[in-house]
Nanobody, 120 residues
Framework: VQLQASGGGSVQAGGSLRLSCTTS????MGWFRRPPGKEREFVAA????????YYADSVKGRFTISRDKDKNTMYLQMNSLKPEDTGVYYC??????????????????WGQGTLVTVSS
């Protein structure tokens, strides 16, 4: 599965960005991020066929994950951005549903990463 992420950029705190990830589809898909100097962390996931979603506590109520099956594209709408949301965001494809529990152990494809910078 090839993934192509886009949509990163620089915004001020409180602003919004939308990330996109084109894909040929998988059982489930999601977004992870790597803040500067930190380990990669889970952000959000979606079941490709049924649309079930799961979010990290840190982004609940601010981020929305969705997918358009006709366009083979997954989105991450990020609102009310905070400086701590800064990082490289990666889209991921999971051959099962484990990503819906916030884990990456069954992720078998990663996008190239797109940088999000939120300034205070």
């Amino acid at each position: 599965v090839q993934l192509q992420a886009s949509g990163g950029g620089s915004v001020q705190a409180g602003g919004s960005l939308r990330l996109s990830c084109t894909t040929s589809g998988r059982t489930s898909m999601g977004w992870f991020r790597r803040p500067p100097g930190k380990e990669r962390e889970f952000v959000a996931a979606v079941s490709w066929n049924f649309g079930d979603t799961y979010y990290a506590d840190s982004v609940k109520g601010r981020f929305t994950i969705s997918r358009d099956k006709d366009k083979n594209t997954m989105y991450l709408q990020m609102n009310s951005l905070k400086p701590e949301d800064t990082g490289v965001y990666y889209c991921a494809a999971d051959r099962s549903n484990n990503i819906l529990y916030g884990t990456d152990w069954s992720v078998d494809s990663w996008g190239q990463g797109t940088l999000v910078t939120v300034s205070s």
